[in-house]
């Protein structure tokens, strides 16, 4: 079978329309959005919310077909086909949702990687909603982001100790059984969307915390917390190095009680593989870290790219069809920043592939992220570098690409997380063998 890198036709013509807004709606804000970090893109998310109730509503359906399918013991996939990947009329049917996503995510985040996470949807929240939810939990939760007004979802897992160390999560859920309500009690930081969801929408936050704190991971579970739920208080909206734009947000949950229906999963504190809730929530990654990777390459590109049509104005040329010894050093530098960038493009583009065609990626996932937060932060350098004053000042925006790349080396797994992952999984290691 013959390897097709060529972008598909179909996601082509979904890109042009995407392309026009991070051309003329993103770029024009991105330094004013940047200056003024906790103002908020208004006319961006007015344009992309139409198009994100259609996502949302064609996600919310593939999830409602596989959580029915799943409650009378069949499977279906999250295109609506059955697991052989034919569909349910016999004709072979490729699934691009993924692929189509990277390519939309690596274009806004070329226009601007921190209005780009200030799109209103479900996001995190919702992607770990249709991991571990119910049909009923389906509906109850995400139905609100394919009506009304802009709603966003957001993830909250990590703590003041506990960043990449999920395991210390010390935020506790008690169940209250006069009540039938769980109490959560923590501080939760670095929340994407947080406040946009609490506070600015009727949106959700996944909160996790522990309901046994003995137990380490298998006590840990996932829970909604609505919009307007007393005792969930947005302490503060953290000011950043770099995606100002975006809103990250220090959640105070103060004897925060949501109903019993608002825990993913089930209560039942089991390891190992019964431990569906932390488990199914986890596999979330292998589909969001593409999604990172595509964001730090639309930030790469813009980089790249500037630096090298600036430099062509000066009369230095990309030279593909000399030896290197022939080239100038910046010729070299140019060459080395588009080959890294489409190395880690082609890595993303086999993991959301994979992903599209039902495969495991865990390893193709947390590679692509490793390498994209590498390349993003080393060509937004060598563009800054290149570039000289223009590249230094706040004439340009090549300054501000290098403070937005460093975020894609951090968040869903840090670098050297995601490097850990790799060796673990190509060397065999467990968890605790290898940490
Ligand atoms: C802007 C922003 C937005 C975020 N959004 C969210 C969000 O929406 N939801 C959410 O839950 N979290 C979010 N985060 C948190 C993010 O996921 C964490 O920052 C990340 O997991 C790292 O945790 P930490 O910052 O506590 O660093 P630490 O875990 O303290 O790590 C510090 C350093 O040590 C390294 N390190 C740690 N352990 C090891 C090890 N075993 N081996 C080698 N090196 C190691 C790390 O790689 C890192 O370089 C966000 C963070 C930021 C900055």
């Not at 064609?58 to 959580?67: G, S, T």
């Not at 208080?233 to 975006?246: D, H, M, P």
Request: glycine share 8%; proline share 3%.
């Amino acid at each position: 079978m013959s390897i097709e890198f060529k972008t598909p036709e179909i996601i082509e013509k979904q890109l042009q329309p995407v392309r026009v807004i991070a051309e003329n709606v993103m770029r024009p804000e991105s330094r004013t959005l940047d200056d003024h970090e906790h103002a908020r893109p208004v006319k961006f998310v007015q344009m992309m919310w139409p198009q994100m109730q259609q996502m949302e509503l064609a996600n919310l359906e593939a999830a409602l077909k596989r959580a029915h399918k799943a409650q009378n013991g069949d499977s279906v996939n999250n295109n609506g086909t059955q697991n052989n990947g034919q569909s349910t009329n016999g004709e072979a049917k490729a699934n691009l949702a993924n692929l189509t996503l990277v390519h939309m995510i690596e274009m806004l985040s070329w226009g601007d990687a921190g209005v780009y996470l200030c799109i209103p949807g479900s996001a995190l929240g919702g992607a770990a909603i249709k991991a571990v939810g119910s049909a009923e939990q389906l509906e109850r939760f995400l139905r609100r982001f394919t009506e009304g007004e802009p709603k966003w979802g957001a993830m909250a897992m990590t703590e003041p100790q506990a960043g990449s160390d999920t395991s210390n999560i010390q935020t506790t859920a008690t169940f209250d059984a006069t009540t039938n309500e769980w109490v959560l009690n923590g501080q939760k930081i670095f929340c994407t969307c947080g406040k946009l969801a609490l506070e600015e929408s009727d949106g959700l936050v996944v909160v996790w915390a522990t309901v046994d704190k003995s137990a380490g991971r298998a006590g840990m579970k996932p829970f909604v917390v609505e919009a307007g739920t007393p005792g969930a208080i947005i302490a503060k909206v953290e000011e950043k190095l770099g995606i100002r734009a975006s809103d990250t947000a220090a959640i105070i949950l103060d004897n925060c009680r949501v109903p019993a229906e608002n825990l993913l999963g089930d209560a039942e504190v089991q390891s190992g593989r019964g431990n569906k809730g932390f488990k199914g929530a986890m596999k979330t990654f292998d589909a969001t870290r593409p999604i990172v990777a595509a964001s730090a390459i639309g930030i790469a590109r813009a980089a790249f790219e500037f630096t090298r049509d600036t430099l062509a104005k000066q009369g230095v040329a990309m030279v593909y069809d000399k030896p290197r010894w022939k080239l100038s050093a910046v010729q070299a530098d140019l060459l080395e920043m588009e080959a890294q960038l489409k190395a880690a493009w082609l890595l993303t583009l086999k993991a959301t592939a994979m992903l599209d065609d039902r495969q495991e990626n865990q390893l193709e996932s947390s590679m692509c992220k490793v390498k994209a937060g590498k390349v993003v932060t080393w060509i937004s350098q060598k563009a800054v570098e290149l570039l000289g004053p223009l590249g230094y000042s706040t004439q340009t925006l090549a300054e501000k690409w290098m403070r937005d790349a460093k975020i894609n080396d951090i968040y869903e797994g840090t670098g050297q997380i995601n490097t850990l992952i790799v060796a673990r999984l190509i060397l065999g290691y467990s968890r605790t063998e290898l940490k």
